[in-house]
């Protein structure tokens, strides 16, 4: 008898989540309780109980905007949207030398952000200490209640087991190896805390909010200290059967060449790397004022940085099959000079059938988007629990 009562209120709250889901969604339109009715299958009496209890917890609220639908006798159903002082979310980027925090309402919009630079010899419980310190003078300088507080979503440096909330490896922060990141945070911080790697975030956020979203599938590879990547489609984000975010500057494009930092030679990111003489900034960031006046040396190194990445992607274009991928580096400039020289080698590959067409842009990162992805993250988390 207990087995069914649980059974009905997992349901019900499974119901609420959904309802609650969708209209987030929608925020920015608005949905009326109609609608729902057909986009959830869910009865008309259910969704208006649902309704009620959401409106009761302060969660969503009508809209003064004209809906587009036909009511009954004429009339326009109202519309509904989340009240965006309810529930807050945070996020966390950080890798060697940056920490970025951002405070997120509940309609995505960022109220509140924190950057800081740090000393590259600091250890992880430093950087723990310096995130968590911030985070708190955050929630109390703009007066959040814990308990609207959905949690910190972090998007981590280097591999992450995303099940177990450790990071594996990242050698530029000292101490951060197989490392319980979300047990630490949450112990100190007395929230929710969830990991992924950065550079799923920062995918998840252009694949949701990006001018070069494909459903299909995009690919974003980012060019920072080291090289990584992440596929996003309608699956959601690609990881591995071991709930670990993918590495994909270890991608190795030969079975020799430059040792890089798994221990291991011939990887991507150990090839990239030794073109550039700057280890302690972002690759090629210093190339923009050469790239502008066509330095003959500063095309060349590019030029053999696309050589590799088209290898790469040679091999994600058979493993993964993404059909758009997106280059983001430290400046426009080299962003859009790195993918016009890589677009030439793969639309090559295509024509000779060695690969399928593939859409190829270049951007500058954007720390918002990567906040944004982060924080969408949490939220599916949170409506599917």
Not at 238 to 250: A, F, Q, R, S, W
Not at 260 to 265: E, I, L, N, R, S
Not at 336 to 357: F, H
């Given at each position: 008898?207990?087995?069914?009562?649980?059974?009905?209120?997992?349901?019900?709250?499974?119901?609420?989540?959904?309802?609650?889901?969708?209209?987030?969604?929608?925020?920015?339109?608005?949905?009326?309780?109609?609608?729902?009715?057909?986009?959830?299958?869910?009865?008309?009496?259910?969704?208006?109980?649902?309704?009620?209890?959401?409106?009761?917890?302060?969660?969503?609220?009508?809209?003064?905007?004209?809906?587009?639908?036909?009511?009954?006798?004429?009339?326009?159903?109202?519309?509904?949207?989340?009240?965006?002082?309810?529930?807050?979310s945070i996020a966390v980027e950080f890798w060697a030398g940056?920490?970025?925090?951002?405070?997120?309402n509940f309609k995505l919009k960022r109220i509140a952000s924190?950057?800081?630079?740090?000393?590259?010899?600091?250890?992880?419980?430093?950087?723990?200490?310096?995130?968590?310190?911030?985070?708190?003078?955050?929630?109390?300088?703009?007066?959040?209640?814990?308990?609207?507080?959905?949690?910190?979503?972090?998007?981590?440096?280097?591999?992450?087991?995303?099940?177990?909330?450790?990071?594996?490896?990242?050698?530029r922060i000292k101490g951060l190896n197989h490392y319980p990141?979300?047990?630490?945070?949450?112990?100190?911080?007395?929230?929710?805390?969830?990991?992924?790697?950065?550079?799923?975030?920062?995918?998840?956020?252009?694949?949701?909010?990006?001018?070069?979203?494909?459903?299909?599938?995009?690919?974003?590879?980012?060019?920072?200290?080291?090289?990584?990547?992440?596929?996003?489609?309608?699956?959601?984000?690609?990881?591995?059967?071991?709930?670990?975010?993918?590495?994909?500057?270890?991608?190795?494009?030969?079975?020799?060449?430059?040792?890089?930092?798994?221990?291991?030679?011939?990887?991507?990111?150990?090839?990239?790397?030794?073109?550039?003489?700057?280890?302690?900034?972002?690759?090629?960031?210093?190339?923009?004022?050469?790239?502008?006046?066509?330095?003959?040396?500063?095309?060349?190194?590019?030029?053999?940085?696309?050589?590799?990445?088209?290898?790469?992607?040679?091999?994600?274009?058979?493993?993964?099959?993404?059909?758009?991928?997106?280059?983001?580096?430290?400046?426009?400039?080299?962003?859009?000079?790195?993918?016009?020289?890589?677009?030439?080698?793969?639309?090559?590959?295509?024509?000779?059938?060695?690969?399928?067409?593939?859409?190829?842009?270049?951007?500058?990162?954007?720390?918002?988007?990567?906040?944004?992805?982060?924080?969408?993250?949490?939220?599916?988390?949170?409506?599917?629990?």
């Amino acid at each position: 008898m207990m087995q069914n009562v649980m059974r009905a209120s997992d349901i019900r709250t499974h119901n609420i989540n959904m309802v609650l889901a969708e209209i987030y969604k929608s925020r920015e339109e608005g949905i009326s309780q109609s609608s729902l009715v057909t986009l959830t299958g869910l009865k008309a009496p259910t969704l208006f109980r649902i309704f009620t209890e959401l409106e009761s917890r302060n969660l969503i609220q009508p809209i003064k905007k004209e809906s587009k639908e036909e009511g009954k006798k004429g009339r326009k159903p109202l519309l509904y949207t989340v009240n965006e002082d309810s529930l807050y979310s945070i996020a966390v980027e950080f890798w060697a030398g940056v920490i970025l925090i951002g405070l997120f309402n509940f309609k995505l919009k960022r109220i509140a952000s924190i950057t800081l630079s740090i000393e590259e010899e600091l250890d992880i419980e430093e950087v723990i200490n310096l995130i968590t310190k911030n985070i708190n003078s955050m929630i109390k300088e703009h007066s959040i209640d814990r308990d609207k507080i959905i949690g910190v979503s972090v998007a981590a440096p280097g591999c992450v087991n995303i099940e177990k909330g450790i990071v594996i490896d990242y050698p530029r922060i000292k101490g951060l190896n197989h490392y319980p990141l979300s047990d630490v945070l949450e112990e100190q911080l007395g929230l929710l805390v969830i990991i992924h790697n950065n550079c799923s975030a920062l995918a998840y956020g252009e694949y949701l909010y990006g001018d070069h979203k494909d459903e299909k599938g995009l690919f974003t590879f980012l060019l920072r200290r080291g090289v990584n990547g992440a596929l996003v489609s309608e699956n959601g984000i690609y990881i591995t059967p071991d709930n670990v975010t993918l590495e994909t500057g270890h991608i190795p494009i030969s079975f020799d060449g430059p040792l890089c930092t798994c221990k291991g030679k011939g990887c991507l990111q150990a090839y990239l790397l030794d073109l550039d003489s700057n280890p302690n900034t972002p690759l090629f960031s210093t190339m923009d004022k050469k790239i502008i006046e066509k330095d003959p040396t500063a095309l060349a190194i590019l030029d053999k940085a696309a050589e590799y990445l088209s290898v790469g992607i040679r091999n994600l274009k058979i493993l993964l099959t993404p059909s758009t991928i997106l280059i983001e580096c430290a400046s426009d400039i080299v962003a859009k000079e790195l993918t016009k020289l890589i677009k030439e080698r793969t639309d090559k590959l295509a024509s000779e059938g060695v690969i399928s067409p593939v859409n190829i842009y270049g951007k500058e990162y954007s720390s918002i988007t990567t906040q944004m992805g982060a924080v969408e993250i949490l939220l599916k988390n949170y409506f599917t629990n």
